[in-house]
């Protein structure tokens, strides 16, 4: 899953992201990082994210939900206005099956 915020002005990048669709291929390079859940589920997690930095951490509680996976998680999640948060209905159902979400928004102004 690609996750992206496609601003009013945004770069020709991102509109041609905006412009694709199901099934539409796209080629990456120089992924780094580990964004898969560890074997062991039972040990404590936290994920950190901010934005749309939410996409891999989305993904591996996808995982747990598909799979139905006991988890011991916390997900602290930053963002600038309550309208700027993603994925709530994964977060949802990944709770019952032990995921707790801390929120935190950056623009008091808009909260």
């Known amino acids: 899953m690609v996750v992206a915020r496609v601003p009013p002005a945004a770069s020709s990048y991102k509109r041609a992201l905006a412009r694709m669709r199901r099934g539409d291929k796209i080629t990456a390079s120089r992924l780094s990082g580990d964004f898969a859940l560890p074997s062991d589920l039972?040990?404590?997690?936290?994920?950190?994210?901010?934005?749309?930095?939410?996409?891999?951490?989305?993904?591996?509680?996808q995982q747990i939900v598909d799979h139905e996976l006991r988890c011991d998680?916390?997900?602290?999640?930053?963002?600038?206005?309550?309208?700027?948060?993603?994925?709530?209905?994964?977060?949802?159902?990944?709770?019952?099956?032990?995921?707790r979400v801390v929120y935190s928004l950056t623009d008091e102004e808009h909260v």
């Open 42 to 61: 039972n040990q404590p997690l936290a994920f950190i994210a901010a934005g749309v930095g939410i996409g891999p951490f989305r993904s591996m509680l």
């Open 73 to 99: 998680i916390v997900l602290i999640y930053v963002n600038r206005r309550t309208k700027d948060m993603l994925c709530d209905e994964v977060f949802e159902k990944a709770g019952p099956l032990g995921l």
